[in-house]
């Protein structure tokens, strides 16, 4: 299991710090890195800090208004990247990633993302990802890295040489461990258990354990208000595939029901499977067009079940639909009216569930001469954009992601080439067309200035059709390189 932190603060130049109480005295709760840097700490009395940090800027903490901001954040992060996401601690966010990633192309690549988009949105992030929420946490803001991701296994070994502060312990209890030598969590890792709790309670034994994922630490994901869900709690614990379907069936048929009350349907459903072990697997689908069509989308969970793992017992459900959009009854056809278009919505969910969302899309055409660059990917129900390709010469029906280097024979500068010899195979043409010229398109790059293609339709002796152009005109150096490139299939 793998779970991302991330921590958000605003990055102005001049120290500012805000100002929070502990036991009616005022303190630092907060600070921006420039702060930090000129030695200001979490929990220093404010008398002292603005003694010790010249220029500092002070406001008074906003808590309710940063929750409420966390919790926006908590939402927008919980439709991107998991449906498990809730808040940690009042500048953080914890995400179960766990069958995420892959959507992203990895673990790295979705801290990648997920930095990138909060960095654009004005926040200071550093993000980590480890084997536990109390070890993501940790890396997070101690690490000194802008994104970390422990190996599986390699948490406890990461978070050794970190500050017992790390541990999400009580102020008050670090300064006390730091007093009697407890600086790092392997010194406080190494210690028996038994006399650590004694003397000091169970708080740094469990905070241990979380951390290096000893013991479950569940996530209580975040829910917008307006967010239709219902739940079911069993008195035993469930995990029969049939059971869990079954379950889940009339979970989808009251939400349905709930969701035609307020006139409502689902763009997207995440059903969770909560564990007797406190672990939460989770299952998400999402849909091409707003439904409730109860049946439909309980077959499309259903085929989902597969990668929840029920552990020792699923002993609570909950579906939700978050972010449902307007759904109102129309008529079909009008009395003499033509036949509505077929609704192609419930293909493409079914397509999307078996093959992925990312694989399921249309074609729509983009104001561009470059083949390659002519072409873009859509939604699958987007309605067909008005067609910008030339008429006069025909497309292949199957487009090379990239243009492959062929050899050829060919007179210069306009004739077709008479063989050529493309993925190992030497092909001699029987008739061609051509050329058509495409120029560069100087005024999106100053490379492609004086740059054109010269594209041939040609048909080889076995009766396949190809779409070969040359790199240049074949006579000036400066049009392109004049070699040959195979660019596309007819059927």
């Known amino acids: 299991m793998a779970r991302s932190q991330g921590k ?28 930090a840097q000129l030695g200001l700490r979490l929990g220093q009395a404010v008398a002292h800090a603005t003694a010790a940090t010249p220029g500092l800027v002070l406001h008074a903490l906003d808590a309710a208004d940063d929750a409420a901001a966390l919790h926006r954040l908590a939402l927008w992060a919980q439709k991107l990247y998991s449906p498990v996401v809730a808040a940690d601690g009042a500048d953080g966010l914890v995400i179960e990633a766990s069958g995420c990633a892959h959507r992203f192309g990895g673990e790295e690549k979705m801290l990648i993302d997920l930095r990138a988009r909060l960095t654009r949105a004005g926040f200071g992030v550093s993000i980590a990802m480890a084997d536990s929420w109390g070890g993501a946490h940790a890396l997070a803001r101690w690490s000194r890295r802008a994104i970390f991701v ?58 241990l354990d979380q951390a290096f994922g000893r013991v479950a630490e569940p996530i209580q994901p975040v829910m917008a208000p307006e967010t239709k869900a219902v739940s079911r709690v069993f008195a035993e614990p469930i995990g029969a595939p049939e059971t869990l379907a079954r379950y889940l069936t009339d979970l989808t048929s009251s939400l349905c029901g709930a969701l035609e009350e307020a006139s409502l349907g689902a763009l997207r459903l995440d059903a969770y499977f909560i564990r007797v072990d406190n672990r939460i697997e989770t299952v998400r689908l999402g849909l091409a067009k707003p439904s409730r069509d109860a049946p439909r989308l309980a077959k499309l969970l259903c085929g989902k ?57 249309s074609l729509a055409s983009v104001d ?75 005024w999106k790059r100053d490379a492609e200035l004086s740059t054109s293609r010269d594209y041939f339709q040609v ?22 390189s004049q070699r040959w490139f195979m660019h596309g299939l007819f059927g």
């Not at 001049?14 to 303190?27: E, S």
């Not at 002796?461 to 070969?468: A, D, S």
Request: glycine fraction near 10%; hydrophobic fraction near 40%.
């Open 305 to 361: 079940l597969e990668t929840v793992d029920p552990g020792f017992g699923v002993e609570k459900m909950m579906l939700a639909a978050p972010g449902a959009e307007p759904l109102v009854y129309h008529q079909a056809q009008a009395l003499g009216g033509r036949a509505p278009a077929p609704d192609l919505a419930a293909l493409v969910d079914t397509l999307a569930t078996r093959l992925g969302p990312e694989n399921v899309y």
């Open 459 to 480: 048909e080889d002796e076995g009766g396949e059709r190809f779409w070969i152009f040359r790199d240049g005109d074949g006579e000036h150096a400066d049009s392109g």
């Open 8 to 35: 958000a603060a605003p990055p102005p130049e001049t120290p500012v710090a805000m100002i929070g109480r502990r036991n009616r005295a005022r303190v630092v709760a907060a600070m921006n890195p420039a702060a």
């Open 368 to 442: 561009s001469d470059i083949p390659e660059r002519s072409v873009r990917k859509a939604s699958a129900l987007d309605p067909l954009a008005t067609h910008s390709w030339p008429i006069d010469w025909p497309r292949p029906s199957r487009l090379l992601g990239r243009p492959e280097p062929i050899e050829t024979i060919a007179l210069l500068p306009d004739a077709p080439p008479n063989l050529f010899t493309w993925r190992g195979k030497r092909r001699r043409v029987r008739c061609a067309d051509g050329p058509e010229r495409v120029y560069g398109e100087w």
């Open 150 to 207: 422990a190996a599986p296994g390699g948490t406890g070994r990461e978070l050794a040489a970190l500050p017992v502060a790390a541990l999400r312990l009580p102020h008050d209890l670090v300064q006390t461990l730091s007093g009697v030598g407890f600086d790092t969590i392997a010194e406080l890792e190494q210690t028996p258990k038994g006399p650590l709790a004694k003397r000091y309670g169970l708080e740094p034994v469990r905070r």
